[in-house]
């Protein structure tokens, strides 16, 4: 699938094998969580431009370096579960401001109904990653990504622990400008809709509720 990077570097599969176990209680799978977002971050940033700078070192004036290049990052978790994958990667993107988006699903509709948006000021000029641990039927990460193209974004890209191919097809469908960065490819959803083999509900475990 073009513009789907599965981040298969053995730490994220070992510890994403901890999270789907059923067995794994709230503080554990929520320290997981926290971790796998921060090696997933290492591998989303791979890109991130650079530019030359002079330093001094102890050793020698004016040797050539590297910084980045001043990119203007936003993180957007969608309430609530994606709250989880904040912490871990602001380990690495210190600098990064953040946004939130919160969705409801429509008991009659089915459809996803924005309730809470709140976004840095200058999103138009920032490099956005959607948090969202679970892409299922692609409903809510759909919506919350057009909802920060309708204020302006540019530049989105979808960050996710698992993913169904079923949304994976519509968010490709609905945004083909969008790269979806994901620690695994599941096999299909359930007539629940619920992501098989999955994890369960990632809300509820992460916050310990039922
Ligand atoms: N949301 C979840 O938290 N888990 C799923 O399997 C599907 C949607």
Redesign the pocket.
Known sequence: MSNVYVLDHPLIQHKLTYIRKKETGTKDFRELVDEVATLMAFEITRDLPLEDVSVDTPVVDNATAQVLSGKKMGLVPILR?GLGMVDGMVDLIPAAKIGHVGLYRDPETLKPVEYYVKLPSDIEDRELIVLD??L?TGGSAIEAINSLKSRGAKQIRLMCL?AAPEGVELMQEAHPDVDIYLAALDEK?NDK???VP???????RLYGTK
């Open positions: 579960a641990p679970m299922a698992v959803l809709g619920y992501i999955g994890l369960g509900d990632a809300g509820d």
